[in-house]
Each structure stands twice: as C-alpha cells, then as structure tokens.
C-alpha cells in the first residue's frame, strides 16, 4: 500500500469537498424547504463538492513524496 503525505490545508480543503457534496445531497432528500428551494440549494452544493473533488484528487495523487 502506498503512503500519501497530506498537509493541514490539503485535508481540510478535501474534507470541506464531501462536506459540500454531503450537504448537497442531504438537501435534495430533506422536506424541510420548498422543492424549488431545495432543488436549488441542493444541485449547487452537489455541483460545487462534485467539482472540487477533481483539483483535490489531482492533488493528492500527484503530489512528488517527501522525504522527513
């Protein structure tokens, strides 16, 4: 198994990646707004975690190995 070092900022920028996605999801399945509403909020925040998940991969995964 390979091992992927990661700083502060990367993982925080992956993690804020599939908290959006999630929360984009969530809504879509949520009764709480309108369906207009929810379609809305819910596609944008899909879109957006979906999105930022591509520069976070590349990140991750082609970042050269450091050496401590």
């Known amino acids: 198994m390979n091992e992927v070092k990661i ?9 804020m990646t599939r908290a959006m996605l999630g929360a984009g999801i969530a ?6 707004l309108s369906r207009d509403q929810r379609k809305a909020v ?4 899909l879109l957006i975690g979906a999105v930022t ?3 976070a991969v ?3 995964f082609t970042k050269p190995e450091r050496c401590a």
């Open 7 to 15: 700083t502060r900022p990367e993982l925080g920028f992956i993690v």
């Open 27 to 32: 809504l879509l399945l949520a009764d709480r």
């Open 42 to 45: 819910g596609v944008t925040l």
């Open 53 to 55: 998940t591509i520069p």
């Open 58 to 60: 590349v990140a991750v």
